[in-house]
């Protein structure tokens, strides 16, 4: 026997805090009872649950990396026509869902998957999974603007934790840099906006790791299945908490 909301989540529903929702809301059945008190036990071999009419059955769990390329939705429907990143992923024949976002300008890695569970460990903030991204800038950052960006920036919903800050790759004849930047945070372009506060906006961005695991060896627009080492790696690197500082 198992929490209602967990059997949910790793049904690949949705986070365990949304079917939480889903359940105080009166969306969820078991059994033709409806239930919102949280809490609530149910055998998932045995109980007919249902999420607003549709039977829930338990799917086998699947992780996959996918190479998000620009200009494509990070969801699971786009009312306007827009391509999104299911529509690269035809051959897997469960519904899986992204794991956070990508903006639709911002490319590289993203993980999706249908366990609910393990979607909720890699962006619950008190975990500060690690994520790397490659930002493209005009011109070339000082190391003491740099330094900002290490030691955290303020910006409108509040200061940024410490970043590891490099440089990647500097390009004269073009006037570009290329800085590699590892956040702990999930805010929304929350990259972008540090780069606009030292007055470097960003003209391209890629992210290239997400905890230990690299985007290496995927094409854009391709994507490939985690291994269970690799499940495992995600797992223990969200659980092996990852202390950060506010900056100042």
Do not use: W
Not at 47 to 70: A, S, W
Not at 187 to 192: A, P, T
């Amino acid at each position: 026997m198992e929490r209602l909301q967990k059997v949910l989540a790793e049904a690949g529903v949705a986070s365990r805090r949304k079917c939480e929702e889903l359940i105080t809301a009166g969306r969820v059945k078991v059994n033709d009872e409806i239930i919102t008190t949280l809490g609530v036990k149910v055998d998932a071999s045995k109980d007919i649950i249902q999420v607003d009419g549709r039977t829930i059955k338990q799917e086998q769990k699947v992780y996959v990396l996918f190479n998000k390329p620009k200009g494509v939705i990070t969801s699971a429907s786009d009312p306007g026509g827009r391509k999104i990143v299911t529509d690269f992923l035809k051959p897997v024949k469960e519904r899986i869902y992204p794991i956070g976002r990508l903006d639709y300008d911002t490319e590289g890695l993203l993980l999706l998957t249908n366990d609910g569970e393990f979607a909720n460990l890699l962006t619950h903030p008190k975990h500060h999974v690690p994520r790397t991204y490659h930002a493209t800038v005009k011109g070339v950052p000082h190391g003491t603007l740099l330094d900002k960006l290490r030691d955290g920036v303020q910006l409108e919903d509040g200061m940024t934790a410490p970043a590891e800050v490099d440089y990647h790759d500097i390009s004269e004849d073009k006037n570009e840099t290329i800085v590699s930047i590892t956040i702990y945070e999930g805010r929304n372009r929350q990259v972008r906006r540090m780069f606009d506060a030292i007055q470097f906006p960003v003209i391209k961005l890629k992210r290239v790791k997400f905890g230990p695991i690299f985007l290496t060896g995927v094409p854009r627009g391709k994507f490939r299945h985690l291994s269970p080492k690799e499940v495992k790696e995600l797992k223990d690197s969200a659980l092996s908490t990852h202390k950060i500082q506010k900056g100042k």
